[in-house]
């Protein structure tokens, strides 16, 4: 699904973010990408989602070689990867309903389907009956579920989460690490970078270390 | 794969959009289309003008004479003749004949040589047709072919075209129609520097959505697509604004016209903007702001947009 070979990353101001990354995540699987803040992780999850491109080395995500898909094409690619940010990055001034609608109102979704699709996402991350509501009138936790709402509902094959619990209590984060689970287990490959290592530990899954831009640990075969 | 439906859909959502985001920044929305409006209005005030301009001067054409002096030998009765012959000429609105005898008359009352003239045996005046062109006959070229027409005649000695201010005229006339394409081309190019600035800024106030819409899966037609009919709209707006501001020009004007056209003895009526200037006007008007918005955002959503690194 995910496989880095030899992975560098030179930001313009000169600092190597990523160097001589190499590591594989398999369909299915769900995976923890952890490490201290400016380890890199947030680097591996923007050339994961092609909001960057690596300087070095090959990175082919859901069989697409991402330094090498034309711009013109990084949408469509992008339609195949739910993106879940710690800030969420929800749209402020408009309901529930038209923030999870949007992935599928950029594509040719009826509008019945859309209907249908968001109610669908919004009940499995538990916010059913709030889409009239701005994302101002619901609290942290059920923002950010707004945000993993949105990142599901066009059905994509792989999930990339960027600190979703950053901002969230123990009790919330557990709930939102728990959404993951599921998505996994029905055959979404989740890809979460945290550095909450209770969370990671709790959940028993494979971890992804990284420290200054190298693999320290959690290699698979 | 896009249905007819889901196309018209997803253009729907994308008008009522920018229909929606113009009536939540009225504010803004009003000085820049105010701006567009005055920009496309000038250059329609001055072509009115000079199309009233060249209308009134229509009736001119009249005011055009052509004098056909007669060979000396030439009788009154031959005069007749020719005066019948040329009035079922081509393009020849009237003739009227004044005789040596009229003539001489004339200039006895009115130029006090009463008692020279008396000592002359001879009328050393010929008999002169004074020909009234036809008004749709009236344009330099047909007067300059009819006065050959003419001047072939064997009784005719000399024909006379008042024409100079004619031609004078219609250049000051075809100065003033070029200046006003130049005008209309300059105040263009301003309406879609304006327009481009709008949508600039509201390109660059909501990067945060456009931000989003790509990062999940959105292409760039479809973040363009809004800021596009954004475009449109004002152009269409701009263009309203400008007819009301003509006609509300021309509804001014009116009174003084009249007494200028009442002065010369006219009936004169000043004329509005055609309905195809009128349409002119909306298309031009649409198409300029289509423009400044496809400058704009070709500029800034290609910076802003992720997947560039």
Known sequence: MIRFERVSKRYPNGREALSDLSFEITQGEMVFLTGRSGAGKSSVLKLIALLERPTRGILVVNGENTGKLPLRRVH?????????????RLLMDRPVFDNVALPLIVTDTSFKEIDR???????????LGKE????LELSVGEQQRVGIARAIVSKPALLVADEPTGNLDATLAGEVMGLFGRFNDVGVTVVVATHDQHLVEASGRRQIVLEDGRLTAGRAA | MASVSNWT????????SSGGHLARHAFATALTVIVMGLALALPLALDMLVNNVRGATGDFSDAVGISVYLKNQVSEQTAKQLQQTLSGHAGVASVTLITAAQALEEFRAQSGFGAALDALTDNPLPNVLAVRPAPDAASPAQLETLRRAIEAWPEVDSVQLDRDWLVRF??????MRRAVLITAVLLAAGVIAVVGNTIRLEIRSRAAEIEVTQLVGGSRAFVRRPFLYTGVLYGLIAAAIAWGIVAAARIALAPSAQFLAAAYGQKF?????????????ILAGMVLGWLGAALASAREIARSGPGNG
Request: charged share 20%; no cysteine; proline share 4%.
């Open chain 2, 9 to 16: 859909a997803r253009h729907g959502h994308a008008l009522i």
């Open chain 1, 117 to 127: 699709r968001v109610r669908a996402a919004l009940d499995q991350v538990g916010l």
């Open chain 1, 76 to 88: 469509l690619f992008r339609r195949h990867i739910g993106i879940v940010m710690q800030d969420h």
């Open chain 2, 269 to 281: 009526v000043l004329a509005g903007p055609s309905a195809e200037e009128l349409g002119i006007l």
């Open chain 1, 132 to 135: 009239r509501l701005l994302p």
């Open chain 2, 170 to 175: 219609n250049a000051i006339l075809e100065l």
